[in-house]
């Protein structure tokens, strides 16, 4: 997803431009067919005008525009308070550190924040399956300083009522309350809904119908990211697992 299925899928967008320059190249052989003292100079310098000023507006629109500002922001403050997290912990600071997601549904925050820190020298590992995206060289070999689990959405009211998860640092979307306060009105009219009766129940029909929730603005690249999670979502927490029976609960389903 991201920048990985830009890569893949807009190649194919090569075949149409290589059409469309053969189709343009051909019409020029035929026009200069038909027209033999037809001046090529006086069509080259347009078209190279045309050219540069494409190439200018792609290249200033392309170093201005911060691809996937919204995980980029919450990797950016994750990765703080972790660094702040790891400086109190005792052992060598030079030992692995795991980072892993229970069902791997924050794994766009696990693969940001891996990278993140080994920028700043830490040793950061993830299991052997999440190897697989992230390079072999990157698997959790023995025993970790310490293990770090990112949760996000709904697994993050799950990690806070773990006893065995200490919370070391969290991220929220501006729009995250908006989004809590309109599903809640949502809920709220449409338990409304079933026992209302005549007008009072046609009044709350069309609140619901005219009802917008509030979204974090890039929730709608869900689908299209074929993103189940990640940067997408309102809110990341990262907690240090301070037992090993919290290290054995992380992947697993939360009770209930």
């Not at 950061?124 to 970790?144: C, F, K, L």
Request: with cysteine; aromatic share 6%; charged share 25%.
């Amino acid at each position: 997803a991201g920048v990985v299925f830009d890569y893949r899928l807009r190649v194919t967008w090569v075949a149409p431009m290589l059409a469309l320059v053969m189709v343009c190249w051909t019409g020029w052989i035929e026009l200069r067919a038909r027209r033999p003292g037809l001046d090529a100079r006086r069509l080259a310098r347009p078209a190279l005008g045309c050219l540069v000023a494409v190439s200018v507006v792609n290249g200033v629109t392309a170093a201005a525009e911060r691809p996937h500002e919204t995980p980029s922001a919450a990797i950016a403050s994750l990765t703080g308070q972790v660094l702040d997290a790891l400086d109190d912990l005792p052992g060598d600071p030079g030992d692995p550190v795991l980072v892993v997601s229970p069902f791997d549904m924050a794994e766009w925050y696990v693969s940001g924040l891996v990278l993140q820190l080994e920028r700043r020298g830490v040793d950061a590992r993830v299991t052997r399956p999440h190897s697989e995206a992230m390079g072999a060289h990157r698997a959790i070999e023995g025993d970790p300083r310490a293990t770090l689990v990112v949760v996000s959405e709904d697994l993050v009211a799950w990690a806070d009522g773990e006893p065995g998860l200490v919370p070391v640092a969290t991220w929220a979307s501006p729009a995250a309350d908006d989004v809590d306060r309109g599903v809640r009105r949502w809920m709220d009219l449409m338990t409304e809904a079933d026992t209302a009766t005549g007008a009072r129940r046609a009044e709350v029909m069309r609140e619901l119908r005219g009802l917008e929730l509030p979204r974090n603005p890039a929730a709608e690249a869900k689908a299209y990211l074929f993103a189940t999670d990640g940067p997408y979502s309102l809110r990341a927490n990262v907690y240090l697992v301070v037992d090993d029976g919290a290290a054995a609960a992380a992947p697993s389903a939360p009770a209930g």
